[in-house]
């Protein structure tokens, strides 16, 4: 399996910046698997004089560890890291050389007080790209306290595990043999899991920022950074970075950029924001606004306050549920939102989609290259999507189409293994049995904890905002997809951040 030239040519790069030689301990036997991970491992230790190749007897054939001479790491990959997981492994080899990880000092001292053992186990999809955070988070842990180990497992490789263990929904994280958690999750969220609770950070006692943006997505970096260039004293809350852009598998119409993905976008935003002196928070969630006096004042939910003269709110969406009897009790049991993460775990399957916009089209052409029979249920009489995707779902042989389909429950024990709609039209109840369903009815506003503050919002939750950005309390604005701004895209809230930080800059110069 070798690595492209263009992949080796940028790996030679991160090689360079190797502290100490590693070792990568290999296991494996006598099949093609464990060639594949033979061949992989070889390949890699032949590109560096600081990595050397010994055998190795490991909980999973074949798999790899990563470690110094005399000093384990507990990082193992049981398969091959490559798509997706790449950076991954690339992260993990240059971390465990001795390159500290670009973490906050707080948070290093978080992982190194946790008690263990602790040993991780991350199930994987190479094709999913929320997995790589999660891996990627657990290695960190890994690196910095020796209590705590962690093995990336790939699914397509180790399949009689996934089917052993009913896992349906990736990354699917498994601590000391138990269930921990599943699907995308930040260092901060895994830390909240299994560290001491952290102290959130109190502004009250210090001068307020000029701008407080609450979010992490495209419109609050865009945000932060047309504030910090105007000379303002910028505060960034996010609860994680990244928002609905992390779900994205590619996108083709950032003007300037042909393709790139959710991740890799973010990641580059994000390292753009912290170029600035801008003051970033963290894994922290606003409960609360209110303008008192002249002033905001955010609460968190973990305590504290935060203080400023003028705040953004670019809030994001989030996954719209379809509320019916099933969906909560099978979510990552068969109840899935992200077609590429989850889907080669039901591959030769029965699954519907429910939605016939863009999406779920989207969805339901992917996943018939991948499943036995694909339904998609759409409530209207008409499929929402494009005409383009309309016509190649009609020449998809595996792919059905019912309209007027209201999705009443999701069945199944331990796991999905059906669904009833009704016929609007007559109707009848019908039943579809299925191994998976795949929500695809767009997004709604993460809003709801304004519900108590006075900030007007539409019947969707969408926060109201003039041509300013500017909500109906004076000194809050808002930006992205959370407002009622018709059209949600990328590059749309992007450019309302950059509104939102111009017409806070100019509302605190006349305030002034």
């Known amino acids: 399996m070798a690595l492209t030239p263009d992949i080796k040519d940028q790996l030679q790069q991160y090689l360079s910046l190797m502290e100490k030689p590693v070792i990568l301990g290999l296991c494996t036997a006598d099949d093609s698997n464990s060639q594949k991970v033979a061949d992989f491992v070889n390949e890699i230790a032949d590109m560096s004089e600081q990595i050397t190749v010994q055998p190795e007897t490991l909980k999973r054939v074949p798999s790899f560890s990563i470690h110094q001479d005399g000093q384990e790491s507990g990082i193992v990959f049981a398969g091959v890291p490559l798509g997706h997981e790449f950076a991954s492994f690339v992260l993990a080899l240059i971390q465990v050389s001795g390159r500290a990880p670009k973490i906050e000092e707080a948070t290093t001292k978080r992982i190194q007080a946790i008690k263990g053992p602790l040993a991780f186990e991350t199930y994987v999809s190479l094709s999913c790209h929320n997995c790589p955070d999660v891996v990627q988070a657990l290695n960190i842990m890994a690196v910095l306290n020796p209590a705590i180990s962690h093995t990336m497992i790939e699914g397509g490789m180790y399949q009689d595990e996934v089917k052993q263990k009913g896992i349906m929904s990736v990354p699917a994280v498994y601590l000391n043999d138990q269930e921990f958690t599943s699907g995308r999750a930040s260092l901060e969220d895994l830390l909240d899991k299994i560290a001491e609770p952290e102290t959130a950070p109190d502004f009250s006692e210090q001068a307020p920022f000029d701008v407080l943006v609450i979010g992490g997505g495209p419109a609050g970096n865009s945000s932060a950074i047309y504030a910090a260039r105007k000379g303002l004293r910028v505060g960034l809350l996010a609860e994680s970075f990244g928002g609905q852009v992390m779900d994205t598998v590619g996108i083709e119409n950032m003007i300037g950029t042909p393709y790139t993905e959710g991740p890799k976008l973010m990641a580059q935003i994000e390292a753009h924001t912290q170029s600035y002196d801008v003051t970033i928070i963290k894994g922290q969630r606003a409960s609360h606004i209110e303008k008192v006096q002249d002033e905001i004042q955010v609460s968190l939910a973990k305590g504290g306050l935060i203080k400023a003269k003028t705040a953004i709110l670019a809030l994001g969406t989030k996954w719209r549920n379809i509320n019916v009897p099933g969906e909560d009790q099978f979510k990552n049991k068969g109840v899935t939102y992200c077609p590429h993460c989850d889907g080669p775990l039901f591959e030769g399957k029965d699954v519907a989609v429910i939605g016939g916009g863009n999406s779920g089209l989207e969805a339901a052409l992917d996943l018939a290259g991948l499943c036995r029979q694909v339904t998609v249920l759409e409530f ?103 407002t009622d701004a018709p059209y949600k895209q990328i590059v749309i809230a992007m450019g309302s951040g950059a509104t939102a930080a111009i017409g806070a800059f100019d509302y605190l110069i006349r305030q002034t």
Not at 444 to 469: F, H, M, Q
Request: aromatic share 4%.
């Open 380 to 482: 209207l009489p008409e499929l929402k999507a494009d005409q383009v995707l309309q016509a190649r779902a009609a020449k998809t042989a595996n792919l059905t189409i019912v309209t007027n389909a209201a999705t009443k429950a999701i069945t199944g024990d331990s796991h999905v293994t059906g669904l009833t709609y009704t016929d609007r039209l007559s109707g009848q109840d019908k039943q579809l049995a299925v191994s998976g369903v795949f929500v695809q009815i767009g997004l709604v506003p993460s809003t709801k904890w304004l519900e108590d503050s006075a900030i007007t919002r539409n019947e969707r939750g969408e926060i109201s905002i003039d041509k300013y950005g500017a909500t109906n309390v004076p000194g809050i604005f808002a930006a992205g997809d959370c």
